[in-house]
Each structure stands twice: as structure tokens, then as C-alpha cells.
């Protein structure tokens, strides 16, 4: 038989087989419990470092998949706002072309009437003077009617004034 000394008491006694035996399996049932438990421990630590671990990649994932969408969104933003600009531009420089297309023509029109005015202006001056020589002329040719009529009947009057004085002059001379 064995001689046990007591861990707490420091008193060696005497045990026999069976005491022994069943010693021997109350520690090694207690250094089991205790080595199951200090597993458990460590199962469950790697456990939750593992579930830790998993939620940030989780997290990690996510965020990286956030931070892709709002990239994405961003960048259809930026394509809506550079299609609107685009928009906004094509419009601008079309009522540009046609404001000064209006322009263009609402010169020309302005052009077309200064000229159309000055050219019944320059027409009207023409005729009226046209008018005013040919009135002149006119006025000429009846002045030069009438002094050719006063003249021819001065010359009949003195044509029959001057045969008669002729006339008178030579029975003078004769009586």
C-alpha cells in the first residue's frame, strides 16, 4: 500500500487499493473536468474570435460593397449631371443659331426696307424732276408758242403796216 500526503494538510496516510483506485479517478475526473473545461474555454475564444473575425470580413465586405455603390452612384450622378450640362448646352446654342439667324434676317429685313425707301426716294426725285423739265419745257414751248404768235401777228400787222406806209410814201411823193 501507498502512503498519500494530503496537498492541503500535509499529513501522509495510508490507502488501499480500492481507496487508491477511486482517488486516482476523482483526479483524473477532476484534471479531465479541468481540461475539458480549459477546452471549452479555448473552443469557445476560438469561437468567438472566429465570429469576430467573420463579422469584420462581413463588415469589411460590406463597407467595400457601399463604398462600390456610392462609387457607382457618384459616377451616375456625374453622367446625369454631364447629360443635363450636355442638354442644357445643345439647347443654349441652338436658340443661339436661331436668335442669330432671326437677327440675320430682321438686318436684311431693316437693309431691304432702308434700300426699297431709298430707291422710291431716288425714283420719286427722278420723276419729279423728270416732271418738273418736262412742265419746264412745256412752259418753254408754250411761251415760245405764244411769243411766235404774238410775233407772227406782229409781223402780218407790219407787213400790212409797211406796204401801207410804202403805199403812202410813193402818193406822196407823188401828189
Do not use: W
Amino acid at each position: 500500500m501507498n502512503d498519500i500526503i494530503c496537498p492541503n494538510c500535509k499529513k501522509a496516510f495510508k490507502v488501499d487499493e480500492a481507496g487508491f483506485a477511486d482517488i486516482l479517478k476523482q483526479v483524473r475526473d477532476h484534471r479531465f473536468e479541468e481540461e475539458l473545461i480549459e477546452r471549452l474555454n479555448i473552443v469557445e475564444k476560438e469561437k468567438e474570435s472566429a465570429v469576430k473575425l467573420a463579422e469584420a470580413n462581413i463588415k469589411n465586405a460590406l463597407q467595400a460593397d457601399l463604398a462600390k455603390k456610392e462609387t457607382e452612384l457618384a459616377e451616375m450622378k456625374s453622367r446625369i449631371n454631364n447629360a443635363e450640362l450636355e442638354k442644357k448646352l445643345s439647347i443654349t446654342e441652338a436658340v443661339n443659331k436661331i436668335e442669330k439667324e432671326r437677327d440675320e434676317l430682321v438686318g436684311e429685313l431693316k437693309s431691304k426696307d432702308t434700300e426699297k425707301q431709298l430707291l422710291e426716294t431716288a425714283l420719286k426725285e427722278k420723276y419729279a424732276t423728270e416732271l418738273k423739265t418736262k412742265n419746264d419745257i412745256i412752259k418753254m414751248k408754250d411761251e415760245e408758242i405764244a411769243l411766235r404768235k404774238d410775233l407772227k401777228v406782229k409781223l402780218s400787222t407790219k407787213m400790212v403796216g409797211e406796204p401801207l406806209e410804202q403805199h403812202c410814201e410813193t402818193s406822196k411823193c407823188l401828189f
